[in-house]
Each structure stands twice: as C-alpha cells, then as structure tokens.
C-alpha cells in the first residue's frame, strides 16, 4: 500500500490519497485508490468543505492488454459513478465507458488506429435512456510526420520541433482543422527537484491554430438568410 498526504498553502486545506497495489512493480496497473480532500475557505477559518473519490482499475491477464477500470470522482454523488473497459494493442486502442446511474447514462464507444505518424480515431456516443435519439459521433485523424532535418526534427542533443496537423469531424456536421507544433530546447541547468546527478532542464513552446466550419448542406444559405432578417 502507498500513501500520500499533502496540504495546500494559507487556505489550510490538505489532501490525502491512499492506494493499494498487489504487485506494485509486476502489474502495476492493478490499483485501488481512496483519496480525500479539504478545501479552506481562503483565510484559513470558518467552515472547509471536504470530498472524497475512489478509482480503481484491474489487468484481465498478465499477457492480454485488456484492462477493467472504474471511479467515482465524487463520494457524495452516484451520478459520477463511471465504468470503463478497453483493450490496448501496440497500433489498435478500443473500448466502452458508461455512467449507468446518471441520468441520461451516457455511453461511449471508441476505437483508434495508428503508428508513429498517422493516427486516426472514431467515437460514438449513445443516450441509453433514450434508445430513439440520434447518436453522437466524433472522427479524427492527425498526421505528425517523423522528426528529420526537413521537418526540424530533434539533432540528438535533445533540441527540436515537431508539426501535427489533425481533422475532426463532428457529427458530420462540424469540421475542425488544427495546426500545432512543439518546440523543445534542452538547457544545462540544474532542477532543483531533480537528483543530483541529473543536470538539464528542457523549455517548450507550444503553438497552433485551430478553424472550425459548418458543413451542413444548406448552411450559407442559412447564415444569408439570417444576415437578410439582421
């Protein structure tokens, strides 16, 4: 079992978390979790108002990537309740998330495909109290080629820049272009948090722009229409 407590500054607020692994260095994605929480009200006296939440998740099998997991993010409330099943492949992710006691109990499919340079994903969305609504879907794929010279890839000192570009489709009726690069300079300075011997501090800058569009039949015609009532 591991503990961990901690508390925040002037607000007398703390935080305390406590999870228990069978085979913490084994499996370590066999978990369970209870952390709990106290919010200060600001000037360290009055009333705090405190929460709890409890995570767990659990490994099929030691030779499958299948995993089993669940939460509850708020003690006081069933409708955070959340529960998740998924399978993990080295080019292949897929799974379902549910929150059955909420109240529109939503529930998630997705499935995603990919390598180092091409990536492409798909969710579904359902209303399972309302099995007559349309469901919600969302595509997308991201292109971020390999880091070479061309592309200002990293020089092998640890400096360098990646480019992604990603398209995203709502519902069929949404698309949202993004552009977005990173770019990482490592520096010989010491990190005080790190160990001695570790002495280098990497700087990022991220930096994008996203556009999104409606592509709906009909829909210039519509946004005419309301310019012409405007």
């Given amino acids: 079992p591991l503990a961990h407590v901690g508390s925040d500054d002037q607000s007398l607020g703390g ?5 228990f692994q069978p085979q913490p260095f084994a499996q370590p ?3 369970f979790q209870v952390a709990i929480r106290s919010d200060g009200d600001g000037d360290g006296e009055g009333d705090r108002e405190g929460g709890g939440s409890i995570h767990g998740c659990w490994r099929v099998h030691p030779r ?6 669940g939460s509850l993010g708020d003690l006081a409330s069933a409708d955070s309740l959340e529960l998740n099943a998924c399978y993990a ?7 379902v998330s549910s929150q059955p006691l909420h109240g529109c109990q939503p529930a998630t499919a997705y499935i995603a495909v990919g390598g180092a340079s091409v990536k492409a994903a798909a969710q579904c969305t359902l209303d399972l109290t309302r099995p007559e609504a349309d ?3 969302s595509l997308g794929v991201t292109f971020q080629p390999h880091p070479t ?5 990293s020089n092998g000192n640890g400096n360098g820049s990646r480019l992604s570009t990603s398209f995203q489709l709502h519902d069929f009726e949404t698309l949202d272009i993004s552009v977005y690069q990173r770019m990482v300079v490592k520096r010989r300075v010491k990190n005080p948090f790190e160990r001695d011997h570790v002495v280098g501090i990497s700087n990022v800058i991220d930096a994008g722009v996203s556009v999104s569009t409606d592509i709906r039949p009909g829909h210039e ?4 229409k309301q310019r012409q009532e405007m």
């Fill in 135 to 137: 469901p919600r879907y």
């Fill in 149 to 153: 010279s061309a592309t200002g890839g």
């Fill in 15 to 19: 935080y305390a978390a406590f999870r």
């Fill in 29 to 31: 994605f066999n978990f």
């Fill in 221 to 224: 015609q519509r946004q005419h």
């Fill in 64 to 69: 499958c990537n299948a995993f089993l997991s």
């Fill in 89 to 95: 492949h080295r080019h292949l992710q897929c799974g």
